[in-house]
């Protein structure tokens, strides 16, 4: 599985990484181990704004308690198999994580098969059409993006 669009430039996108090398498979290990988490990658891409689309976060001992009681609700439903599958987009025979990398990261490091659901049909959605376009015109910094979209759209 790899990572889907987080629109973002391609300095900082995770676009196609594969989620077992990401920083939520770092962020899994490390809530997995009780470890630390202040200085991975995971959290430092919070901090500065570039894990996805949404903005900067500072981070507090409340905001790591929040992740690990997530964490623990979430193993403790996988070991059940109660989650709610994962999103994907299937593009060139390839499966991309449209919602739930970080479901999908945990399945990993718990060594379960991850539930998937495709919702490629939701790539055509005018929103996906609104941010290839805003990135056409910025094509050095969305390159990734540009031929990820590229195969869908054309």
């Known amino acids: 599985m790899l990572i889907g669009p987080d629109n973002l430039k391609d300095k900082y996108t995770l676009l196609g990484r594969p989620i077992s090398n990401s920083p939520y498979i770092e962020l899994m ?3 997995n181990t009780g470890k630390g988490i202040k200085n991975i990658e995971y959290i430092k891409r919070v901090k500065n704004g570039t894990l996805d689309i949404r903005r900067a976060h500072s981070i507090d001992k409340q905001y790591i308690r929040s992740f690990r009681n997530k964490f ?18 299937l593009v060139n025979g390839e499966y991309y994580v449209a919602d739930g990398k970080h479901m999908a990261a945990l ?32 094509p050095d910094e969305y390159r990734k993006h540009l031929s990820y979209f590229t195969e869908i759209f054309q």
């Open 29 to 31: 290990q490390f809530l």
């Open 107 to 138: 399945c990993r490091i718990l060594n379960v098969t991850p539930k998937c659901v495709d919702v490629s049909s939701l790539q055509y959605d005018s929103w996906f059409l609104w941010i290839y376009d805003k990135m056409q015109k910025k």
């Open 72 to 89: 623990e609700s979430r193993k403790s439903l996988i070991q059940k198999g109660l989650y709610n599958p994962i999103k994907c987009f």
